[in-house]
């Protein structure tokens, strides 16, 4: 069965499906250009890691194929790292989009130097290199699917269906498809090797009620959701084998920023001897960071802790921290961090760069 698929892009037409009226109702909004993207990501319409990078450089090819070629190729470069720059700045603690700008800049600087390219090529080159970032995320998620998902079956030999906790949402909606913590467990479900996903609420914005819960029912992987307070009683009860997570940005050495909640799920895990891990691709690491103390944590509106949609649920007047991200330490990732390029140990990481 086909995964959700959350980004349409066809020959400059981009469009998503906005996360804001998951679960009732699947509508697409068109993006037109770098701003409609930068207010679909601050709003969330559009969210984890990879998908808003994705997003980001779309708009962007969106624009330069409307866009007559400037006069020069300096020009040209001037105007797509303004824009990239822009973008960037539409949510901190996430890297992808981060990276995705450096080489994009990168690949200006390249085609500036080279005196056989003129701006009509390096403007298509351009949009090539940002149009490309739909297949590469897809096939990098697969690859993440397989890699975690055998080393998972590896370390429980002798077990013959496995119980996986995960937090926030991790799928199709927050990639180009298939996903990364997810695409995990999916591969393990058609590996037939899966009895049970166990999903967080993932409070205060539910990203895993509304979101991971809606892409498990409408792929039939057997599921159950569980509010984060239950957590440690979930892993208790259910003897869960493995708690899978995303990342935002994962340190040089393996501290990983992920959704609000995840610190807590690995200091829970080690406590009941549970494997932990993360997954992500090699665009979610942030190398020039030696560890988690620098990771920028975003802090949401109040509003998204205190109202669930327009309905206030919180007494009016309390005080409220809402940051959006926290940080788990390496030491806590002891299942590895799973990748595009195989499973890692926190402090294997760089020399695969
Ligand atoms: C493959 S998505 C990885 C992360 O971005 C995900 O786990 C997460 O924390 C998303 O947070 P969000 O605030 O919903 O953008």
Known sequence: MATLQAIKYNDGQLEILDQLLLPESCTFVPIWNVEDAWAAIREMKVRG??????????????????????????????????????????????VNMHLAAEACVKLCTQLTDNTSVNVAEAKDDIVKHLEAMLANDIADNRAIGEH??????????????????????????????????????????????LDQVYCTETRPY????????FELVYEKIPATLVCDSMAAAAMKQFKIDAVIVGADRVAANGDT????????????????????????????????????????IEERPHSEMTHTGSIRTAAAGINCWNPGFDVTPAELITGGIITEKGVFKPDQLAPHQ
């Open 257 to 296: 920023a992920n959704k609000i909640g995840t610190y807590q799920l690995a200091v829970l895990a080690k406590s009941h001897d549970i494997l932990f891990y993360v997954a992500a691709p090699f665009s979610s690491i942030d190398f020039q960071i030696p560890n988690g103390h620098s990771i920028p």
């Open 148 to 193: 975690g998902a055998s080393d998972i079956m590896k370390k429980n030999a002798t077990k013959d269906k496995l119980r996986i906790m995960t937090h926030c949402n991790t799928g199709s909606l927050a990639t180009a498809g298939y996903g990364t913590a997810l695409g995990v467990i999916r591969s393990l479900h058609t590996a037939s090797k």
């Open 49 to 94: 890691a990879p998908a808003i990078a994705i997003v980001g450089c779309l708009s962007l090819a969106v624009e330069l194929r409307k866009l007559a070629a400037p006069e020069t190729k300096e020009e040209l470069c001037r105007l797509v790292q303004e824009k990239l720059d822009y973008l960037v700045t539409s949510r901190p603690t996430a």
């Open 206 to 213: 539910n990203q895993g009620s509304r979101l991971t819960a």
